[in-house]
């Protein structure tokens, strides 16, 4: 271990700022990595896996440890509560951390932290849990909703909606999918460098590459220690993008000479990759809410040395008649409950709620109604999300045709083969975890009527 660092102390921190709600789990994670780039490989692996698992798999460690706690989890000292649940996961799903070790680090973090007169107790628990461990024993399946939620730590209205919308086998298979590990998906820089040529450079590196499935020369890569640490990611010859994303930008058809605005851009990924298709001649105006989202789709503008994105600070609810029928290629990748990419942002599915979903798809609807505006008729609008949640995708589609002036596009001339059906005939493609190789993910394509 990195002389004066204590790993399980850093993982405790982050975890105590996420179940605070303080911070995003991916974005606290990446802030502590960012701010100890010293650490060894193997301490940086060790640190993302247990602050990845525990946030994955709190349920069932809550489900655990109240077997056999005195105190049950939801009443126990914020402190206490967090390093129970890191030192579980460690003991159910790190077998090369030996038991004993896992016990006495919790065991002297939590008297480091202020709590000396709950070493008893947090030896203790930990130390039955470790012996019965074998004998736990998982709701029976016979009551689904309560299996899969604790299988798949999963909070029971969620389990509850999708079984009504894809039925048990299918809901098992996203939760299921929610813990495989894809590579890192990323998309090349065409205007400095050919897929070929940087896949043989990061492999010269001795980090993995592989095409990712459904983009012509998209690639995916594991076995790398720090993304900012690559010469090749700080020269921008490639953005972090996952399929999904990349799969909205190739529907929306954009042309060379194109007039793109992108209302909720941030970080302005599908952004630049709409300039890119734009070229020269064309463009896209990138709009977001806030300096700090603005600056993002700068910096990675900036980075990747693309010249044809002006990026402004715009909310995409108010109305700017300015940009009234001014658009060939609007896209709407709105705000959404984001449960299409909870492998990557764990702490989702604890933050949200159907209150909140419905709060969510009333704000597309207010998004959509003001934005709608802007395209040329004849243009084309494309509505995204990164949720598996149909208020907020078919049910917005629905409402959407029946209220504007627009018809539904079929993406078949956009798509590979193997991701034409039905419903992309209908103009929408809903990507759903473990069924297709990517994020979860939701696209539609509408025309504007000429003469509307």
Request: charged share 30%; net charge neutral.
């Amino acid at each position: 271990m990195t002389k004066g660092t204590d790993i399980r102390e850093l993982a405790l921190g982050i975890l105590l700022e996420v179940s605070a709600g303080e911070e995003y789990s991916h974005i606290a994670l990446r802030n502590v990595l960012d701010k100890y780039q010293y650490l060894e490989k193997q301490e940086r692996a060790f640190l993302t896996r247990l602050v990845e698992g525990t946030l994955e798999r709190r349920i069932e460690l809550d489900y655990i440890i109240d077997q056999f706690s005195s105190v049950k989890v939801r009443k126990q000292k914020p402190v206490i509560r967090e390093l129970l649940r890191m030192s579980v996961y460690q003991l159910k799903y790190m077998d090369s951390v030996p038991d004993s070790a896992v016990c006495n680090e919790a065991v002297k973090l939590a008297q480091k932290k202020g709590f000396r007169q709950l070493k008893g107790f947090v030896n203790g628990v930990l130390r039955n849990i470790a012996r019965n461990l074998s004998t736990v024993k998982l709701p029976p399946e016979k009551e689904p909703v309560r299996y899969l939620s604790v299988r798949y730590s999963m909070p029971e209205w969620m389990v509850k909606e999708w079984l009504t919308s894809y039925g048990r086998e299918q809901t098992e298979t996203m939760l299921a999918a929610f813990y495989e590990k894809e590579p890192l998906t990323i998309r090349v820089n065409r205007n400095r460098i050919s897929p070929a040529d940087l896949k043989v450079r990061l492999e010269a590196r001795g980090i993995h590459m592989r095409p990712a499935p459904y983009i012509d020369g998209a690639l995916q890569m594991d076995g790398f220690d720090y993304l900012g640490g690559l010469d090749e990611f700080r020269e921008g010859l490639f953005q972090v993008q996952d399929v999904s994303s990349m799969l909205a930008v190739e529907i929306a058809g954009v042309k060379a000479g194109d007039h793109c605005i992108d209302v909720c851009a941030a970080p302005g990924g599908k952004s630049l990759y709409l300039a890119e298709k734009a070229g020269e001649t064309g463009g896209v105006d990138a709009r977001d809410l806030t300096d700090y989202k603005a600056e993002m789709i700068r910096d990675n503008a900036e980075r990747l040395g693309v010249t044809n994105v002006t990026v402004s600070v715009k909310d995409a609810c108010v109305y700017d008649e300015a940009s009234k029928e001014k658009a060939d290629v609007l896209l709407a990748d709105l705000p959404c409950s984001g449960l299409g990419v909870l492998s990557k942002k764990t702490d989702i599915k604890y933050r949200m709620s159907k209150e909140q979903q419905q709060e969510l798809q009333e704000l597309q609807r207010k998004i959509l109604s003001t934005a709608e505006a802007y395209v040329k008729p004849g243009g084309t609008l494309v509505y995204s999300t990164c949720t598996i949640n149909r208020g907020e995708n078919e049910e917005n589609v629905r409402w959407f045709l029946s209220h504007f002036p627009y018809e539904a596009v079929s993406l078949d001339d956009c798509l590979p083969e193997k991701l034409r059906s039905e419903t992309t005939k209908q103009g929408y493609l809903q990507l759903l975890p473990g069924v297709h190789q990517c994020d979860g993910f939701f696209i539609a394509k509408f025309r504007r009527k000429i003469g509307k």
